[in-house]
């Protein structure tokens, strides 16, 4: 079964610091991965897309790294702000199809 | 960027009433058009994909009389939630692609908070 899940679940850091957050998939094969940003009670937002072929994509203070090898992805953000604050999904596309598995999800707070 | 738009963004209804909701690409074209449902806490969940001018297709568990979904143009698609009742409240999301090609991006809509008393 095609699953995409994400640890921690939840996380808090003081603002300005460092945080990484997990995916592990066993989508296979999968032609990309995402990873969307959600702030609350709004809809997801784009922040990298990987192939399957490539190793790490920045966007700014975030920064997604993929080891198809594991079938992990991280998505590191550097410098956090208060702004930061919301829930970060990754999101697998499995070859043949259109359609998104979307993982669980990771809360995160960052506090002032 | 490509810009999704849905309307409305917060709506609350007696139950046994019906709701639509509408989302529209506002930049582009959608050649495709996905709904999704969303609880607390919890990730989406596809609920059916429409392409312009054919019918949708539904989610396994997803009742396709009870969630009407047209796709009657390009830039358009609605959800009617009929009959509501209130375990149909949750937040509802759409999104659209552009492209034919499986690779293209889906671009979310805000949301709708549907809320049935």
């Known amino acids: 079964k095609n699953q995409v899940e994400q640890s921690p679940q939840s996380l808090i850091i003081l603002e300005g610091k460092n945080c990484t957050l997990q995916?592990?998939?066993?989508?296979?094969?999968?032609?990309?991965l995402r990873w969307y940003k959600q702030d609350t009670g709004r809809g997801p937002v784009s922040l990298t897309i990987m192939t399957f072929s490539e190793n790490t994509k920045s966007n700014g203070r975030y920064t997604a790294t993929l080891d198809a090898d594991t079938k992990q992805s991280s998505l590191h953000i550097t410098a956090s702000q208060l702004s930061d604050s919301a829930s970060y999904i990754c999101?697998?596309?499995?070859?043949?199809?259109?359609?998104?598995?979307f993982g669980t999800g990771t809360r995160l707070k960052v506090l002032a | 960027g490509a810009v999704v738009s849905q309307h409305p963004s917060r709506v609350i209804c007696k139950s046994g009433t019906s709701v639509k909701i509408e989302c529209r690409s506002l930049?582009?074209?959608?050649?495709?058009m996905f709904w999704y449902r969303q609880f607390p806490k919890q990730s989406l969940m596809l609920m059916a994909t429409s392409n312009e001018g054919s019918k949708a297709t539904y989610e396994q568990g997803v009742e396709k009389d009870k969630f009407l979904i047209n796709h009657a143009s390009l830039t358009l698609s609605t959800l009617t939630v009929t009959s509501a009742h209130p375990e149909d409240s949750s937040f509802y999301i759409c999104?659209?692609?552009?492209?034919?090609?499986?690779?293209?991006?889906?671009?979310f809509g805000p949301g709708t908070r549907l809320t049935v008393l």
């Open positions: 999104s659209a692609r552009e492209g034919r090609t499986l690779t293209d991006t889906q671009y």
């Open positions: 999101v697998v596309s499995p070859i043949g199809t259109y359609k998104y598995i």
């Open positions: 930049d582009f074209q959608a050649t495709t």
């Open positions: 995916c592990n998939y066993t989508v296979s094969p999968f032609s990309n």
